[in-house]
């Protein structure tokens, strides 16, 4: 596992209706960058316990950031598939229940306390918003769907649980007009044998007028030797960029 790569986790059966648009992938996406991490994976779950528990089990050792089902109606999934992926009893939280009793008194029973029953050993992540908090276990971050609540919480993690990392994803790329990009599968080819710490992308267009946007992301030197290759090889071809 790099240290520097979360996992996206994202749930809710109204995401994927279509009757809500999903708004934590592209700002994770701008809060990893800032930090030097990237996105590995994201994944669009329904609220169904198996499925959350068993992408949860699959990636309890590694860096998640799981947004959406920890509120307390019959469809918030998430606290018990959490507790069930990493083997943990569901357990009354003394913190949490306190912040959820002072916000809401004896109206915070006998189903708005249930928010309160994490994972055992489950440490808590602020929320600045309703002081509900979101919770996290080993490196796997639990927080609510609500955009205006996790942001929040998703940069108090960074800034308390995830230092800046100093692996730099170096990133260049050209633009070669007119190309196929079947022309360039050979070089493809020879920049995965030649470069094992890079990765290089391809993105075609064809309107208004045909193009490859050819890109190599990595370690800094790999990647600038890599563009060397990569340039010498369109201009023998007869191409410019």
Known sequence: MEDNEIHLVIIGDEI??????????????????????????????PDSEHEIQSKIKNLKDKIVFCFG????????????SAAKAHQKALKRHTDAAKLIEDKFGKEAYPKR???????????????EINMIPGFYINKNFFMPGFPEMAWPMMDWVFKN???????????????????????LIDL????????????MYSLPK??????????????????????????????ELGYHF
């Open 16 to 45: 994927l209706s279509g009757k809500r648009e999903d708004k934590h992938f592209k700002k994770a996406l701008d809060v990893t960058k800032q930090n030097n991490y990237v996105i590995k994976s994201v994944n669009y779950l």
């Open 69 to 80: 089902g920890i509120g307390a109606t019959p469809d918030d999934h998430t606290r018990s």
């Open 113 to 127: 306390i249930l928010m309160a029953e994490l994972p055992d050993g489950s440490e808590l992540i602020p929320n």
């Open 161 to 183: 649980k995830l230092p800046p990392s100093n692996k730099i994803q170096f990133d260049r790329s050209i633009i070669i007009p007119d190309i196929a990009e079947s022309l």
């Open 188 to 199: 493809m080819n020879q920049i995965e044998n030649d470069f094992p710490l890079v990765k």
């Open 206 to 235: 064809i309107t208004p007028q045909r193009q490859v946007e050819f890109g190599i992301k990595g370690d800094k030197e790999q990647v600038m030797s890599a563009m060397e290759v990569v340039k010498k090889y369109v201009k």
